[in-house]
């Protein structure tokens, strides 16, 4: 008796729940056949609309000219970045030239300017020779040569004074020749 119950319990529940999934199905259907009706409704409005003339084939003119203005647009849009871009590449070729013109003149014009330096040091060096010489040999022909204010004053000097000066000489000109660079 108890599998009877059992089985009967197991039964209504099954009923219960084919009967909701009935209901379900039935509210499903109710809908689709709704929604079936509404298109056949809409589809023989779209008939009746076809059979006048009324597709809108004006509107899909009008929306064929208004999609094909806005790709002449976008052409020109794109026309104008494309010469835009063009214009900026040739810039940077026409800068980057200039730039490596302007390194090449910079590494020319530094390289003469060390050379020039070096030659002024060797004639720097030449004339200061040159200007020890010069003195050394005035002195020895008895003139006396003294420096006042960045100036060189020569004067002839005694037979007494020269003679001390050639003495002096003779015996510190060793020392006196050296030549720093």
């Not at 709704?34 to 409005?45: I, K, P, R």
């Not at 609309?49 to 999609?67: F, P, V």
Request: net charge neutral; proline share 0%; glycine share 4%.
């Amino acid at each position: 008796m108890n599998q009877l119950v059992e089985k009967l319990a197991l039964a209504e529940s099954k009923f219960s729940a084919l009967t909701e999934t009935s209901e379900y199905e039935r509210t499903k259907l109710r809908a689709a056949k709704s929604e079936l009706a509404d298109c056949q409704s809409e589809l023989s409005n779209l008939r009746i609309k076809l059979t006048a003339g009324e597709t809108g084939s004006d509107a899909l003119r009008e929306r064929l000219s208004e999609e094909e203005s806005k790709v002449a647009k976008l052409h020109e849009l794109q026309y104008e970045h494309e010469s835009t871009i063009q214009s900026l590449k040739n810039d940077i070729e026409t800068r980057t030239k200039d730039s490596e013109s302007s390194a090449r003149r910079l590494e020319n014009l530094i390289e003469k300017l060390n050379r020039r330096g070096d030659k002024a040091k060797e004639l720097s060096q030449r004339l200061y020779q040159h200007n020890d010489r010069i003195i050394r040999m005035l002195e020895q022909f008895g003139y006396s040569i003294s420096r006042q204010d960045d100036a060189l004053t020569i004067q002839r000097a005694s037979k007494v004074t020269a003679s001390t000066i050639l003495s002096g000489l003779e015996s510190s000109t060793a020392m006196k020749r050296t030549v720093s660079g």
